[in-house]
């Protein structure tokens, strides 16, 4: 049986991941690729340092297809996510997701990327021109910086 959640430091083949969910029952497929862009906020980007611990965010990419396939029982879904350096419109993360229908996959897709930078510890350090900086896990919080939510 195929790995339906990995990380890698390979570059990401989006017909594979894609062709995974493919199936007879499913008029859906949804597909989200997640790119390095140049301009944040700005800033222009030379390129990204992801890392992470593997086994980890294995784990919870895991746990994100099962809470996606309690929500939409007829989800199948396959979750691929890369570390390591990667240049200005390289793939980041692909999220493939096919449903009978096509509310249901691009639901399931959102949810999988936001809970991703949610819960899946993956950590990214952004390169400029002019330096850089570890810009924290997906959703760019800062180890050690309280959220707004904690600040009273």
């Known amino acids: 049986m195929e790995k339906r959640c990995w990380i890698t430091s390979e570059p990401l083949e989006i017909e ?5 969910v493919i199936r007879r029952e499913a008029g859906a497929v949804n597909t989200f690729i997640g790119t390095v862009r140049e301009f944040t906020k700005g800033k222009r980007t030379l390129y990204l340092q992801y890392e992470t611990y ?4 294995e784990k919870k990419l895991e746990q994100i ?8 029982p ?4 396959v979750i691929a996510h890369r570390v390591g350096r990667l240049e200005i419109t ?5 999220i493939a997701v096919s449903t009978p229908h096509r509310n249901d996959s691009y639901e399931a897709s959102r949810y999988a990327i936001e809970r991703i930078k949610e819960i899946v510890p993956i950590w990214k350090k952004e390169h400029w021109e002019d330096g850089e900086e570890w810009i924290g896990d ?12 904690e600040i009273k």
């Open 90 to 94: 390289d793939v980041a993360v692909i």
């Open 138 to 149: 997906q959703k760019e919080v800062k180890p050690g910086v309280p959220l707004k939510e």
């Open 54 to 57: 593997k086994e980890m965010a």
């Open 16 to 20: 594979d991941v894609t062709k995974r």
């Open 74 to 77: 007829s989800a199948d879904v």
């Open 65 to 72: 297809t099962k809470e996606m396939e309690r929500q939409w």
